[in-house]
């Protein structure tokens, strides 16, 4: 199964198209909406003011609420964009922007209004295919869950299981610890009055993968296939599988995962530094990691850089509306790209 995300952030609508789907997939649509609601700009005062529906509209692949196995698709309409706010400004590059390579890589015809196809409005459409992701998912019994692991140096309580991260995402601001959410958004306040932003990390899992999806090779290693899948995701700047950078403060004592026979007759481990992948090889524990996602580059402060089309020097001082941190809304993405990624795991 695979996905290829369409659309510009200002303009008419934004999309995907998903092929390989199987067929007769009876669809949440519901579900699929609730997800969608995760992710939505506008319902707080930690991101974006702008507003938008982000009510999918199956066009194909669909037929009598289940999946035909043809291509499909769906388009999200764009509504509250206000494109002049980008017109004083579209030949300054934005620092920490796709702007210069991206009109180094186009010749200068990419769309400059809100970041155009490089916007984090782009990641509506990945959730709608990750929500079907994640409906399949569940029918082999597989689930995926995320919440937010820190913000500017505020960190949440460790992932424990799935019913934690399943009550996660029923909050607005989903992390285990509600204490320290709201430190979390008061540093987020601070940034936006000073106009400035913030960055932080994600930790997601995938339970109920089993032991032996995967490969020490090229193309097929595990934790090649997610990071593949999560680096595409605007604003992943690293990606750290079990205890990650943590395990150069570790000894191999520490640091390996004891194993033993559970009651069921499995090998399991009695603790999951390895993050559920060993040699590029599911090894039956939940599959962890841990994104890092850089701060909103769009700020309200004067910057310094580069007029494109003089090829001078410049100062940038932006208008428009922007997340002060894109961590919140990113977790629905976040675990969108771990369900499509663990789909191509297990060969879906």
Request: hydrophobic share 40%; aromatic share 6%.
């Amino acid at each position: 199964m695979k996905y290829t995300i369409f659309g510009e952030s200002h303009g008419p609508a934004i999309g995907v198209t998903l092929t390989g789907v199987p067929a007769g997939i009876a669809l949440d649509l519901e579900e699929i909406g609730r997800e969608m609601a995760r992710r939505a700009p506008g319902q707080n005062d930690w991101s974006t003011p702008r507003k938008e529906a982000d009510r999918p509209e199956i066009l194909s692949g669909v037929f009598e609420g289940k999946t035909t196995g043809s291509p499909l698709c769906a388009v999200i309409a764009n509504g509250d964009t206000r494109s002049g706010d980008y017109a004083r400004t579209k030949d300054l590059a934005r620092p920490g922007h796709a702007d210069y390579p991206a009109f180094v890589r186009y010749g200068g015809c990419n769309d400059y209004r809100g970041g155009g196809h490089f916007s984090g409005r782009l990641t509506a459409p990945l959730v709608f295919a990750g929500a079907v992701a994640k409906q399949i998912l569940a029918l082999r019994g597989v689930r995926v869950g995320a919440h937010i692991s820190s913000i500017y140096g505020v960190s949440d309580e460790a992932l424990e299981d799935w019913d934690s991260l399943r009550a996660a995402a029923d909050k607005p601001f989903p992390v285990l610890d509600d204490a320290k959410g709201e430190q979390m958004r008061a540093a987020i306040t601070q940034a936006r009055e000073e106009q400035d932003s913030v960055g932080g990390s994600i930790e997601c899992a995938v339970f109920g993968l089993p032991a032996g999806l995967g490969s020490p090779d090229f193309g097929e290693n595990a934790e090649g296939i997610f990071s593949q899948y999560l680096f595409a995701v605007p604003a992943v700047k690293a990606v750290a599988f079990g205890a990650g950078t943590a395990f150069s403060l570790m000894r191999g004592s520490e640091a390996n995962d004891p194993l033993y026979m559970d009651d069921g007759g499995s090998v399991r481990a009695e603790q999951n530094c390895a993050g559920g992948i060993n040699g590029g090889i599911t090894n039956g524990m939940p599959l962890v990691f841990e994104v890092t996602m850089r701060p909103t580059p769009s700020i309200a402060r004067p910057q310094f850089t580069v007029d494109l089309a003089r090829m001078e020097n410049a100062v940038l001082e932006l208008q428009g509306r922007h997340d002060p941190c894109v961590v919140p809304r990113a977790v629905p993405v976040i675990e969108a790209a771990a369900a499509l990624a663990a789909c191509e795991l297990m060969g879906i």
